[in-house]
């Protein structure tokens, strides 16, 4: 049985197939609610039941309490309605005409600059590309449904081979798989792209993030490669403590030229803390 979900304040509504979680069904009908782990873990998605029920799902109880569910709360990632639905939530955007694709890969190369982090490079099939915006990640539908997100840390135009850094989390399934067996030339499947945090080329405002992720390294990429030559046109400004150092005067060992280590003093690559500001012409703020 489908349900019919409407969104305030904008007033789209789309259809819900039964077991489909709200924020699955949003994303079919290209609407685009903000989200990040999709399993109930980090709260992104948290938005309010105005009419109707849900089965909230599997999650996190400090990521929705008994008492916010009490107020009208819900995570979409992981609820299901159980009729039709009201809900409250802030739309990101329209998903834009990237179609989101599952393919098949190859791992093409593991290099691990350190111990717990490695480069992965990964081949698509022939006259397959992945159109991507910088900042956006893919998903790795991995056995059982399980799923793994890692952010795409190349520009997107440099689409020939994919790469992403991932830091190996001890006991993880995935990671310990990567970092204990696989040598490269395995084939897995991927869904992206995927994520709404990326970079607004058409945005003449200043922005200003950190963050300490892989696709700081994809966002970064894509920057300075954007034709420059307008005296007015934004600048990306990296600052680093001194360039390409972390605070205690060690360089990054991804050898990442605008990455710097987050810890003074261990200098983990997997911390990196990228600070990039795009401003007005010439200043470095
Ligand atoms: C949008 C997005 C983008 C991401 N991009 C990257 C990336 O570019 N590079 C990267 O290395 N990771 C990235 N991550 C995190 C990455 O998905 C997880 O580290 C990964 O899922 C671990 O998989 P696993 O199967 O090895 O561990 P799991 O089996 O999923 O986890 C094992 C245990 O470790 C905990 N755990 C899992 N991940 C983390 C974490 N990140 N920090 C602390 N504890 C954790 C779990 O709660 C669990 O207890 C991203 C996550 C998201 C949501
Ligand atoms: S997206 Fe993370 S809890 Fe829903």
Do not use: W
Not at 225 to 235: F, G
Not at 252 to 257: A, I, K, L, N, Y
Not at 260 to 272: K, L, N, P, T, V
Request: glycine letters at 8%.
């Amino acid at each position: 049985m489908a349900f019919q979900i409407t969104i305030k304040p904008s007033e789209h509504s789309f259809t819900c197939d039964d077991g489909e979680t709200v924020l699955a069904s949003a994303m079919r009908a290209d609407l685009m609610l903000p989200y990040g782990c999709r399993n109930g873990a980090c709260g992104t998605c948290k938005g309010k039941l105005l009419d109707g029920v849900v089965d909230y799902g599997v999650h996190q109880k400090s990521t929705l309490s008994d008492d916010e569910k009490h107020a009208g709360l819900a995570l979409f990632c992981c609820a299901t309605p159980r009729t039709d639905l009201v809900i409250e939530v802030r739309e990101v955007r329209r998903a834009g005409d990237i179609r989101i694709k599952r393919l098949p890969c190859r791992i093409e190369s593991i290099d691990k600059p350190v111990p717990d982090v490695a480069i992965v490079k990964l081949k698509l099939p022939v006259n397959e590309r992945l159109q991507y915006l910088a900042g956006q990640y893919i998903d790795f539908l991995l056995k059982d449904g399980k799923r793994r997100s890692f952010s795409l840390a190349t520009a997107p135009h440099d689409d020939q081979l994919l790469e992403l850094h991932i830091r190996h989390v001890p006991n993880g399934f995935f990671t310990d798989l990567l970092f204990a067996q696989y040598k490269g030339r395995e084939i897995l499947r991927f869904e992206g792209p995927l994520g709404a945090f990326y970079l607004r080329e058409d945005s003449d405002k200043p922005a200003i993030f950190v963050t300490r992720a892989a696709m700081s390294s994809g966002l970064i990429a894509a920057s300075p490669a954007r034709p420059d030559p307008e005296p007015d046109e934004r600048k990306a400004v990296m600052r680093t403590t001194p360039p390409n150092r972390n605070a205690s005067g060690h360089a990054c060992e991804v050898g990442h030229p605008i990455a710097r280590s987050a810890e003074a003093g261990e200098h983990r690559s997997s911390c990196f803390v990228a600070e990039l500001a795009f401003v007005g012409p010439g200043e470095a703020r």
